[in-house]
């Protein structure tokens, strides 16, 4: 009798994980304090954008921004891009190729992918990204020096 309970338990058991859904801070925690768990649902939207990056599919990259997006440094408010349009005619600017490489670099190095106020990023910040819509609503790496001549040309 012993045997068949037992048994019993460890088959609702193996169920309860089976069809658990997966426990990750960037679902269910409502918590405004930043937290490394995160739904490997959230990080394949991230590695989507990254991969979009890397592969220069400029269509759907400009398509994956949240709209008006700005650009800051040091707390000011240096740039904003008010359109995907807008976006797509200065891309070069923003996604110079040195750019990319740090940013892929960052996401593929990094194993400390976090959530805050609904939003994830990685690479210490280089992108932000909402967790609802995926996103992305910050962008932190840009080369100051080209985006400062793309400035000149608004």
């Given at each position: 009798?012993?045997?068949?309970?037992?048994?019993?338990?460890?088959?609702?058991?193996?169920?309860?994980?089976?069809?658990?859904?997966?426990?990750?801070?960037?679902?269910?925690?409502?918590?405004?304090?930043?937290n490394p768990i995160m739904c490997s649902e959230h990080i394949v939207i991230m590695k989507s954008f990254v991969d979009t990056l890397e592969n220069g599919n400029i269509?759907?990259?400009?398509?994956?921004?949240?709209?008006?997006?700005?650009?800051?440094?040091?707390?000011?408010?240096?740039?904003?891009?008010?359109?995907?349009?807008?976006?797509?005619?200065?891309?070069?600017?923003?996604?110079?190729?040195?750019?990319?490489?740090?940013?892929?670099?960052?996401?593929?190095?990094?194993?400390?992918?976090?959530?805050?106020?609904?939003?994830?990023?990685?690479?210490?910040?280089?992108?932000?990204?909402?967790?609802?819509?995926?996103?992305?609503?910050?962008?932190?790496?840009?080369?100051?020096?080209?985006?400062?001549?793309?400035?000149?040309?608004?």
């Amino acid at each position: 009798m012993k045997n068949i309970l037992y048994t019993i338990i460890l088959c609702f058991l193996f169920l309860f994980v089976v069809f658990a859904d997966e426990d990750c801070g960037s679902k269910n925690n409502p918590s405004n304090y930043p937290n490394p768990i995160m739904c490997s649902e959230h990080i394949v939207i991230m590695k989507s954008f990254v991969d979009t990056l890397e592969n220069g599919n400029i269509d759907k990259v400009v398509n994956s921004i949240d709209y008006p997006i700005t650009f800051w440094k040091s707390g000011k408010e240096i740039l904003t891009i008010e359109d995907s349009e807008q976006f797509k005619n200065f891309y070069e600017y923003i996604f110079p190729k040195h750019v990319i490489e740090r940013i892929v670099g960052q996401f593929s190095n990094d194993n400390e992918y976090f959530w805050k106020n609904g939003r994830m990023m990685f690479g210490a910040g280089a992108i932000w990204f909402d967790l609802e819509s995926g996103k992305v609503y910050v962008i932190n790496h840009y080369d100051p020096y080209i985006l400062q001549k793309l400035i000149s040309k608004i």
